[in-house]
């Protein structure tokens, strides 16, 4: 691979919302490859802070029904969570053929402020996404507002945080390109 190539891809990502998906299975070998890229981010300490819980095939109904009696159970105690906003990331786990939840595993040591473990999980959610556009995939990175009320639902530990899900499919066309600012405009060169 050169820079060119490098560019050419980073440049070919997109976010794809998943109302484009179709109903085209993507294969667990290619998840786990995905997965396998994305365990190669760098990170302080060696801590390797990301995690990954792949929710696919029966398992996404049987996720956002254990969502749905959680969220339920919180309303109940007098969380504010709107029932639009449910629906809508129920709506992602039905037309996505994979839900990638994304949790930064934080270091129990505190060794690094949780900023930068954070920063090393997004580093590792660029890296899966770059390959998922690679290999042809769509992908949409979503974190629900309700995001802290799925802990058990994920099965966290105290020392983890979820930061939203990464839904993976095939889409039925290509989704065009937003553009970028100029990057002259975002540079401070100190000479």
Not at 57 to 68: A, D, T
Not at 161 to 179: D, E, I, Q, T, V
């Amino acid at each position: 691979m050169n820079l060119e190539d490098i560019t050419q891809l980073i440049k070919e990502r997109r976010t794809h919302p998943t109302r484009f998906f179709n109903d085209k299975e993507v294969p667990k070998e290619l998840i786990k490859q995905l997965l396998e890229n994305g365990n190669w981010a760098p990170n302080q300490k060696k801590t390797e802070p990301w995690r990954f819980v792949v929710i696919s095939g029966e398992g996404r109904e049987k996720f956002v029904s254990e969502v749905k009696t959680e969220l339920e159970e919180a309303q109940k105690n007098g969380a504010d969570i709107p029932g639009d906003k449910v629906n809508k990331f129920a709506l992602h786990f039905r037309k996505a053929s994979v839900a990638v939840a994304i949790i930064a595993n934080l270091d129990e040591e505190h060794r690094l402020p949780e900023w930068e473990e954070m920063a090393a999980v997004s580093m590792a959610v660029q890296n899966i996404w770059l390959s998922a556009t690679a290999a042809g995939l769509s992908t949409f990175w979503a974190t629900p507002p309700f995001i802290s009320q799925l802990d058990s639902c994920l099965d966290l530990k105290p020392n983890q945080k979820s930061m939203g899900f990464l839904f993976l499919g095939y889409a039925n066309r290509p989704f065009p390109a937003n553009g970028r600012e100029p990057v002259e405009d975002k540079i401070t060169w100190k000479e």
